[in-house]
T-cell receptor, first 113, second 115 residues
Framework: SQKIEQNSEALNIQEGKTATLTCNYT??????LQWYRQDPGRGPVFLLL?????KEKRKERLKVTFDTTLKQSLFHITASQPADSATYLC????????????FGKGNQVVVIP | DTEVTQTPKHLVMGMTNKKSLKCEQH?????MYWYKQKAKKPPELMFV???????INESVPSRFSPECPNSSLLNLHLHALQPEDSALYLC??????????????FGPGTRLTVL
């Protein structure tokens, strides 16, 4: 069965450092991979989308890589700030299929001032 | 307007009550979604409407009944819920629901408590 894995342990990181999160998947061939941020009690907020034929995508301090051979995406927050503290969810979708998103469990990031 | 709104923010209901959750978007999106999220878990897809037609029902119990009156509105009617249905209910929309690769815009959610 399909599996999407994110680290269940919170990532504690010093302000100014780069936070790196991992999303691994098995038994899945996604065409698209998205990253969302979620704050407690709030809805997820879209951050970045990367396609299967793209290796890397950047947006401001965020960078996402997508390796379809390793079946892995890495999500980087450079120059992290306390305001970046949140849970980050990866979500996969197929080329067709009603834009159904399969979410990982999320990885909490805590940026320490 | 790039916002999805949901009402109410909080809802407490008994197991015999009937209530409705409402969701609205004015981005011209043609796909709308209902998700259920329990604490420390990812959002779990319940229903998808694409062009105002129900396209996905993830085997959700009939005590949850979705409705899409028009392309901007999505309702979730609740009846005879169980305490285990207590959760954060999220609405989302996307430009298209016909294929992948469309970012989803989420509302703030309705925190539902069933007593």
């Amino acid at each position: 069965s399909q599996k999407i894995e994110q680290n269940s342990e919170a990532l504690n990181i010093q302000e100014g450092k780069t936070a790196t999160l991992t999303c691994n998947y098995t038994n899945y061939s996604p065409a698209y991979l998205q990253w969302y941020r979620q704050d407690p009690g709030r809805g997820p907020v879209f951050l970045l989308l990367i396609r299967e034929n793209e290796k890397e995508k950047r947006k401001e301090r965020l960078k996402v890589t997508f390796d379809t051979t390793l079946k892995q995406s890495l999500f980087h927050i450079t120059a992290s700030q306390p305001a970046d503290s949140a849970t980050y969810l990866c979500a996969l979708s197929l080329r067709y299929g009603n834009n159904r998103l399969a979410f990982g469990k999320g990885n909490q990031v805590v940026v320490i001032p | 307007d790039t916002e999805v709104t949901q009402t109410p923010k909080h809802l407490v209901m008994g197991m015999t009550n009937k209530k409705s959750l409402k969701c609205e978007q004015h981005m011209g999106h043609r796909a709308m979604y209902w998700y259920k999220q329990k604490a420390k878990k990812p959002p779990e897809l319940m229903f998808v409407y694409s062009y105002e037609k129900l396209s996905i029902n993830e085997s959700v119990p009939s005590r949850f009944s979705p409705e899409c009156p028009n392309s901007s509105l999505l309702n979730l009617h609740l009846h005879a819920l169980q305490p285990e249905d207590s959760a954060l209910y999220l609405c989302a929309s996307s430009q298209s629901g016909l294929r992948g690769g469309n970012e989803q815009f989420f509302g703030p959610g309705t925190r539902l408590t069933v007593l």
